[in-house]
Nanobody, 115 residues
Framework: VQLVESGGGLVQAGGSLRLSCAAS????????MGWFRQAPGKGLEWVSD????????YYVDSVKGRFTISRDNTKNTVYLQMNSLKSEDTAVYYC?????????WGQGTQVTVSS
């Protein structure tokens, strides 16, 4: 299964972006899917994940109330709606598929928030 992220870009603080992660070459619908990010000069940070059915979602504290993860299994796609963006959200965002552990990753999409 190949994961391809899209939707990143440059946005002003307070703005919104919606990231998409499309799975091809197989199905991701049976697996937990997650979003991670890596800010410049920092390590990889888990941001959010969602169970296979979409009914259970989890977030790192710093994005709670601002980010929403969702999935459309008919489209084999996972989304991350990001609102009220802050400069500290600037990072490369990756989606990943959890098959026991997170072992399948997309190439990432850059999100830059200007203050």
């Amino acid at each position: 299964v190949q994961l391809v992220e899209s939707g990143g870009g440059l946005v002003q603080a307070g703005g919104s972006l919606r990231l998409s992660c499309a799975a091809s070459g197989g199905t991701a619908s049976s697996y937990i899917m997650g979003w991670f990010r890596q800010a410049p000069g920092k390590g990889l940070e888990w941001v959010s994940d969602i169970n296979s059915g979409g009914g259970s979602t989890y977030y790192v504290d710093s994005v709670k109330g601002r980010f929403t993860i969702s999935r459309d299994n008919t489209k084999n796609t996972v989304y991350l709606q990001m609102n009220s963006l802050k400069s500290e959200d600037t990072a490369v965002y990756y989606c990943a598929q959890k098959r026991g552990y997170y072992d399948n990753w997309g190439q990432g999409t850059q999100v830059t928030v200007s203050s």
